[in-house]
């Protein structure tokens, strides 16, 4: 079984969230199931290229591309359409100079969803037998843009892939409907897409894949994210060392941070992109009045400027002893706050699957959370972490107050700890599942 995975982002070669780990991981464990597994990703200027993934023989292609010299900030849409659609024909170039034919083009989010569409509509021989599976990381980011956008000496060709009168185009609405099989990262979040809970207006486009849609929860790569030696936090821990271990964690992280130092103290943390979806809206209110309570919270976020804003209000000397925020992004502060944390708020308006709570669990930090998508596939409600059902500022604070209550009761904390601790979300049965799906799909 041969697959390439296209993604525009792989960890730790460029990452910006849960999918550059996915791309990161998800191969390495395919390929200990004896699948040839590549990953095609593009050369950005500013990257350091591995030839493959970190321990495994994994393989990465970079192709090249002027678009993929700008950084492109401010997510312009004129860069941005030429620019994945031009990303959509290299793949394919590549994988033919290569000699390369695979089983599986495995197709993660909008920024590959022409993949599918040009493998349909323009087939070429070369690729006869390929399949193709789109894996939706997150919906809302759909990849629209207006088709004159694509006018260009790299791109025109996929002009005459649209139906004539198309102004716009949504490349993970291509994606969608061309690929053989979707997928989508839990279980939960399937189903909200299935029934238009969370389906930002795909839930007839899904519905019309009949049995050719599902949800597999991500997994979490160990080697990374594993405080038993992780060379990034303070002191390495394990499950039977976690009480002195997260003590000097988080004494080191306050330390870092100016909060005031001590390990009686409840610290909570938060790491996300600063975007609407992630529930920051939630907290903001919140946070005053937290001043008045014995807590501690630790906010690490990059993204929309009204949060941003909002957020910087709070770095203050008068905060100081206990609100630390850090804008931008940062994977070794990301590191610490795991580990030296003794919560983990994601309060997050829907969820795909999040990464977050399960990196949390693994470093001995209970999660808070809504109980959205994969949020509710992995967290279970008051023995590993706190789920909410209604995502409200109110809701979150209950359970804030029950993590606080929880917090005095040194025995009963220390069992849910242990308890999430011992959860084991690594990639291997997940792998299994989509190793299961590339039969079926290259069977039909
Ligand atoms: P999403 O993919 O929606 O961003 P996930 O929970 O799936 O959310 O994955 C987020 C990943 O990105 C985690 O590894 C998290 O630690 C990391 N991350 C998010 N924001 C930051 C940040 N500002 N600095 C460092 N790491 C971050």
Same mark, same amino acid.
């Given at each position: 079984?041969?697959?390439?995975? =296209?993604?525009?982002?792989?960890?730790?070669?460029?990452?910006?969230?849960?999918?550059?780990?996915?791309?990161?991981?998800?191969?390495?464990?395919?390929?200990?199931?004896?699948?040839?597994?590549?990953? =095609?990703?593009?050369?950005?200027?500013?990257?350091?290229?591995?030839?493959?993934?970190?321990?495994?023989?994994?393989?990465?292609?970079?192709?090249?591309?002027?678009?993929?010299?700008?950084?492109?900030?401010?997510?312009?849409?004129? /860069? *941005?359409?030429?620019?994945?659609?031009?990303?959509?024909?290299?793949?394919?170039?590549?994988?033919?100079?290569?000699?390369?034919?695979?089983? /599986?083009?495995?197709?993660?989010?909008?920024?590959?969803?022409? /993949?599918?569409?040009?493998?349909?509509?323009?087939?070429?021989?070369?690729?006869?037998?390929?399949?193709?599976?789109?894996?939706?990381?997150?919906?809302?980011? $759909?990849?629209?843009?207006?088709?004159?956008?694509?006018? %260009?000496?790299?791109?025109?060709?996929?002009?005459?892939?649209?139906?004539?009168?198309?102004? @716009? =185009? *949504?490349?993970?609405?291509? !994606?969608?409907?061309? +690929?053989?099989?979707?997928?989508?990262?839990?279980?939960?979040?399937?189903?909200?897409?299935?029934?238009?809970?969370?389906?930002?207006?795909?839930?007839?486009?899904?519905?019309?894949?009949?049995?050719?849609?599902?949800?597999?929860?991500? !997994?979490?790569?160990? %080697?990374?994210?594993?405080?038993?030696?992780?060379?990034?936090?303070?002191?390495?821990?394990?499950?039977?060392?976690?009480?002195?271990?997260?003590?000097?964690?988080?004494?080191?992280?306050?330390?870092?941070?100016?909060?005031?130092?001590?390990?009686?103290?409840?610290?909570?943390?938060?790491?996300?992109?600063?975007?609407?979806?992630?529930?920051?809206?939630?907290?903001?209110?919140?946070?005053?009045?937290?001043?008045?309570?014995?807590? $501690? =919270?630790?906010?690490?976020?990059?993204?929309?400027?009204?949060?941003?804003?909002?957020?910087?209000?709070?770095?203050?000397?008068?905060?100081? %002893?206990?609100? +630390?925020?850090?804008?931008?992004?940062?994977?070794?502060?990301?590191?610490?706050?795991?580990?030296?944390?003794?919560?983990?708020? /994601?309060?997050?308006?829907?969820?795909?699957?999040?990464?977050? $709570?399960?990196?949390?669990?693994?470093?001995?930090?209970?999660?808070?959370?809504?109980?959205?998508?994969?949020?509710?596939?992995?967290?279970?409600?008051?023995?590993?972490?706190?789920?909410?059902?209604?995502?409200?500022?109110?809701?979150?604070?209950?359970?804030?107050?029950?993590?606080?209550?929880?917090?005095?009761?040194?025995? +009963?904390? @220390?069992?849910?700890?242990?308890?999430?601790?011992?959860?084991?979300?690594?990639?291997? @049965?997940?792998?299994?599942?989509?190793?299961?799906?590339?039969?079926?799909?290259? $069977? %039909?």
């Amino acid at each position: 079984m041969k697959v390439v995975h =296209v993604a525009f982002e792989c960890a730790p070669i460029y990452k910006t969230g849960g999918l550059g780990d996915v791309v990161g991981s998800l191969p390495k464990e395919l390929h200990k199931l004896d699948v040839a597994t590549t990953v =095609v990703m593009p050369g950005y200027k500013w990257i350091k290229r591995l030839p493959k993934l970190p321990d495994s023989q994994v393989e990465v292609f970079y192709v090249e591309s002027k678009y993929f010299d700008v950084y492109n900030k401010r997510h312009d849409p004129r /860069i *941005s359409a030429p620019k994945y659609a031009h990303f959509a024909f290299l793949v394919l170039e590549e994988l033919k100079r290569r000699q390369i034919t695979p089983d /599986i083009i495995h197709c993660h989010d909008w920024h590959t969803g022409l /993949i599918p569409l040009i493998l349909k509509k323009h087939p070429d021989a070369f690729f006869e037998k390929t399949k193709t599976i789109i894996t939706i990381h997150n919906i809302s980011y $759909q990849g629209k843009f207006l088709v004159t956008y694509l006018d %260009t000496p790299e791109t025109r060709q996929i002009l005459s892939l649209f139906d004539g009168h198309q102004k @716009r =185009v *949504s490349y993970l609405k291509e !994606g969608i409907r061309y +690929a053989d099989y979707v997928t989508t990262v839990s279980p939960n979040h399937a189903r909200e897409i299935r029934t238009g809970k969370v389906s930002f207006g795909f839930k007839t486009l899904i519905r019309g894949k009949r049995g050719r849609f599902i949800g597999i929860l991500n !997994g979490l790569d160990y %080697t990374v994210w594993n405080p038993r030696h992780d060379r990034l936090i303070t002191q390495n821990f394990t499950r039977n060392s976690v009480w002195s271990g997260k003590i000097e964690n988080k004494r080191r992280l306050q330390h870092e941070l100016g909060l005031e130092e001590s390990a009686d103290i409840p610290l909570f943390g938060f790491i996300a992109r600063l975007s609407s979806q992630k529930g920051i809206d939630l907290l903001l209110p919140l946070l005053d009045a937290a001043a008045k309570k014995r807590l $501690q =919270v630790v906010i690490l976020g990059k993204g929309e400027r009204v949060y941003e804003k909002e957020l910087k209000k709070y770095q203050t000397a008068e905060h100081r %002893t206990w609100i +630390a925020v850090k804008i931008g992004f940062d994977e070794k502060l990301a590191h610490r706050i795991y580990a030296g944390s003794d919560f983990f708020l /994601i309060p997050s308006h829907y969820e795909p699957c999040g990464l977050t $709570q399960m990196i949390a669990m693994a470093y001995g930090s209970l999660p808070i959370a809504s109980a959205v998508g994969g949020l509710k596939d992995s967290i279970a409600e008051g023995k590993t972490g706190y789920i909410f059902e209604k995502v409200t500022s109110e809701e979150l604070l209950e359970k804030i107050h029950l993590a606080l209550h929880l917090w005095e009761d040194k025995a +009963a904390y @220390r069992q849910m700890v242990e308890r999430a601790m011992r959860k084991d979300f690594s990639w291997k @049965r997940s792998a299994r599942k989509y190793l299961r799906l590339y039969r079926r799909v290259t $069977q %039909t």
